[in-house]
């Protein structure tokens, strides 16, 4: 018969089987100190014990007596009660020394709980399953009664509960990881700027993601530290290896550390070796010399308006930024003094007439055509780019070309038929019919220079009007008729035409160019301060002037310029301002190019050279042969001419890119005209900027196999840490010396033969002992170890003992802690009897989590 609780101990009752059900539903017998409370639940001032009380079984037999003591820690059963397998429930301090809890003699424990009486076997089961006073009927949350509906968390819970930590350092770490790659792809190609503070943020985001992560592996490396010394017993110098192995990078030495605890030596060796991440990674991050490119708009582009002449009068002084606008032409005038006649139109008695090119033309002219390339304008890369940047663009204008043709090509031309189309000279003086490697006729039908007799300077005739209709006329555009002769083969050519390899050393051919308005595409490219161009495209629109030249004809017009073409009615007249003005300027420009090209280089016997051309890079001054491919290069030196007009902003010609109808002028301070504070935004014009300089280089791949390496091996390290953590009973485990003391708490350890040291030093015997982790009982008044009953709630400390099936009545205390491994093997013995001792391994975790834990718990 059972004795009924008190109403005054329900809630003690309550609350032992609250904390049970929090905890685990088991006990957990790793603990450092007996802890009979969840470990989830907050510390409590004191403690739970048991202790055997009557009534006794009726199987009881006559004479036994109750357990003099329940071990553990837990208070000593009443001597006097004199029934085994009952105990009761009272409220004590968890001292391992604590007083019997025999109840006063008014019926109440020291803790005023009524005691209440199990079964031995159903003690725990009914603490945990029943948080009311028993009385034999399940409880109303659990109508089915069933052990996993009562469990009130899963394991993956508590998993999660006990780990967290561990789980939120790898999250961390990962989390750092990825900010470290997002960072460095933001830096990837840009300018290196502040590298010293890039290099600092990007090594403190490597070592967040280090940190993290070993912090993780060392969470499950104390983990696994307990479950490691409760499979293996070892030599204490291999325990202090195994507990000092994250630190001190000797202990890995230790032999048979190694060999007893390689899961928890191969987390040891990771956590060494995740520094390097700190030293790979960031690494990933380089300086080189990169080729910035920006799409973007530039300021101070300039190109060709020829349109601009049309206006143009000599006389008007129109300046812009201080500075004279220049035609490309130089004028004579009917009536003498006109400067002041600037508002007054031209008739036919006060008009004005081409004379000459303009000194600035023949000057740009001629440093075009010394140099073979087209003459940049003065810090036009500074202006146009930027500093430190180069840039290009494309612009597109009108202006005069040569359009060239290619009449005959061969050893033997056919003269007659050359003179046919119109060639002026011998074609069969060209080598090898010949001695001479060029010849150029540029200037049959050239504008005659005085036209009509005139007064002093300036170009006034000094005839009467009216003048002669014709006078100042454009007639006719010169044509280029060109005759080379090309080198066959490689080498020096011979010098003499007795030479037998002559005939057959050189291929002569005879060209002809007229001059056409083309429109021009023209790729600019600056580099530095070079500047290149590259033209992109040309469309030949029509002939500067429609006509034909007749040669051996003389006009006999009233003018001493006796040219004749066809049609006349194709002139150009004076009368015609702005057609005549523009006109004037293709002619200026095409007669400065003419000048170069016109007369002849005889080959053999020597030299002699009577042309400019030998000037240019049209002809090769070495062996005065014209350059391979002549045609094509008259047409770029022409070109490269034209080109060179915008060197010198003050042609009235040169304006804006993004505004052709708007003058440039000349910009007197380059570096100012490329401030962000003088720019206009109307002349904007697009181009591509690019520039050299040190960028960021981001290696990706190496900074994730970096990453990938220590992310993995810390998820290695979690795995085994979770694996330690269920085995530990989801209890979290430390290093911390208030753990190391209450495990070697046990008074067997007293017996070692430990010698007085101020420094802490441990005697070598005592090095080589071997220890195990696990309960150890001390010896009660009987002389048997105190060990451990197993219930179907779970493990009951200190209170049976004795071999499966056969149950003693034992005394004595139980601590959790090391000890030699008699003293383990001996409470082991007592608690499952000799014949049912499991054999502990010593391989990974996860085996000892299946066999040894689930035989020690009782399950």
Not at 580 to 608: C, F, V
Not at 794 to 813: C, E, K, L, N
Request: glycine letters at 8%; hydrophobic letters at 40%.
């Amino acid at each position: 018969m059972e004795q009924q609780p008190s109403a005054q101990a329900q809630p003690d009752y309550y609350d032992l089987a609250t904390r049970y059900r929090e905890g685990n539903g088991e006990w957990d017998t790793l603990a450092p100190t007996p802890d009979l409370d969840s470990p989830y639940s907050p510390p409590q001032g004191s403690r739970i014990t048991f202790a055997p009380v009557s009534p006794p079984p009726r199987d009881m037999p006559t004479g036994a007596s109750n357990p003099p003591g329940t071990g553990l820690g837990i208070g000593s059963a009443d001597p006097a009660a004199p029934f085994p397998g009952y105990y009761s429930v009272s409220r004590d301090s968890f001292q391992q020394d604590s007083p019997p809890s025999t109840p006063p003699a008014n019926g109440t424990s020291k803790a005023k709980l009524a005691p209440r009486e199990y079964e031995l076997g159903n003690a725990y089961e009914a603490a945990y399953y029943y948080p009311h006073p028993y009385d034999g009927s399940p409880p109303p949350d659990d109508p089915g009664n069933s052990r996993l509906g009562r469990l009130g968390r899963s394991d993956g819970w508590k998993m999660v509960y006990g780990g967290w930590p561990m789980y939120a350092l790898f999250c961390f770490g990962f989390a750092f990881a990825i900010g470290h790659h997002t960072f460095y792809d933001s830096l990837d190609g840009k300018p290196a700027d502040n590298q010293i503070l890039m290099m600092r943020f990007g090594s403190l985001l490597s070592y967040a993601a280090k940190a993290s992560l070993v912090a993780a592996v060392i969470f499950a490396y104390r983990q696994l530290i307990w479950v490691t010394v409760i499979n293996n017993v070892m030599r204490l110098r291999a325990i202090d290896s195994l507990f000092a192995a994250v630190n001190e990078p000797q202990a890995l030495l230790n032999w048979e550390f190694v060999k007893k605890a390689r899961v928890a030596v191969c987390l040891a060796v990771l956590a060494w070796l995740f520094p390097l991440t700190v030293i790979l990674t960031p690494a990933t991050l380089t300086v080189a010399p990169r080729t910035e490119v920006k799409h973007e708009l530039c300021y101070g582009v300039r190109t060709l308006n020829f349109d601009a002449e049309k206006t143009k009068n000599w006389r008007r002084l129109d300046r812009l930024n201080g500075f004279r606008g220049v035609s490309l032409a130089l004028w004579n005038s009917t009536v003498p003094d006109s400067v002041g006649l600037v508002d007054v139109p031209f008739n036919e008695t006060f008009f004005d007439y081409w004379t000459e090119s303009s000194a600035q033309l023949e000057l740009v002219s001629a440093q075009s055509a010394l140099t073979g390339a087209v003459i940049s304008r003065r810090d036009v890369a500074l202006e146009v780019c930027g500093g430190g940047w180069n840039c290009s663009y494309t612009i597109s204008f009108q202006a005069p070309g040569y359009k060239c043709t290619e009449l005959a090509r061969g050893r033997k031309l056919d003269e007659e038929g050359l003179k046919q189309q119109g060639v002026p000279f011998n074609a069969g003086e060209l080598a090898p019919n010949g001695n001479f490697s060029y010849i150029a006729s540029t200037n049959e039908g050239e504008y005659f220079g005085e036209q009509v007799k005139v007064q002093g300077v300036g170009g006034v005739p000094e005839m009467k009007p009216p003048y002669p209709k014709h006078l100042g006329a454009f007639r006719t555009e010169p044509l280029l008729w060109i005759g080379y002769s090309e080198q066959t083969g490689q080498g020096k050519p011979p010098d003499s035409s007795d030479d037998p390899a002559w005939d057959t050393a050189f291929e002569a051919a005879v060209a002809r160019c007229e001059h056409y308005l083309t429109n021009y595409t023209v790729l600019f490219n600056h580099t530095f301060s070079e500047q290149t161009t590259t033209v992109l495209k040309r469309d030949y629109l029509r002939p500067i002037i429609d006509t034909t030249f007749i040669r051996d004809r003389n006009a006999e017009d009233g003018t001493f310029d006796n040219i004749t073409a066809i049609p006349e009615a194709n002139y150009i007249l004076p009368s015609d301002l702005e057609n005549y003005r523009i006109t004037a300027a293709y002619h200026s420009l095409g007669k400065r190019m003419r000048s170069y090209l016109d007369g002849q280089i005889q080959y053999a016997p020597y030299a002699i050279v009577e042309t400019e051309a030998a000037k240019t890079s049209l002809i090769d001054t070495e062996l005065y042969l014209p350059v391979p491919n002549l045609v094509s290069e008259i047409q770029a030196f022409y070109e490269n001419m034209t080109l060179s007009l915008l060197s010198n902003p003050k042609f009235v010609i040169v304006s804006w890119a993004a505004q052709p109808d708007q003058r440039s002028g000349v910009t007197a301070d380059p570096a100012a005209a490329a401030s962000s504070s003088n720019r206009d935004p109307s002349l904007a014009y697009p181009c591509t900027r690019t520039r050299v300089a040190n960028a960021y280089v981001f290696n990706r791949r190496d900074l994730w196999i970096a990453y990938a390496a220590a992310i993995g091996a810390a998820l290695f390290a979690v795995v085994l840490g979770s694996a330690a953590l269920r085995q530990n009973n989801f209890h979290v485990r430390d290093a911390h010396v208030s753990s190391i003391v209450a495990a070697t708490r046990a008074p067997c350890l007293d017996d070692l033969p430990w010698k007085a040291s101020k420094w802490g030093e441990v005697p070598g015997e005592i090095l080589d002992t071997k220890l195990g982790y696990g309960v150890v009982a001390e010896p009660g008044p009987n002389g048997t170890p105190a060990a451990v009953a197993v219930g179907m709630g779970g493990v009951v400390p200190g209170m049976w003992m004795g071999a499966v099936g056969s149950p003693r009545v034992v005394g004595g205390r139980v601590y959790y802690g090391f000890a030699p491994r008699e003293v383990l093997e001996r409470t082991r013995a007592a608690t499952f009897g000799p014949g049912n001792l499991q054999p502990r391994s010593r391989m990974s975790v996860f085996s000892f989590a299946k066999n040894w834990e689930q035989h020690w718990r009782g399950h």
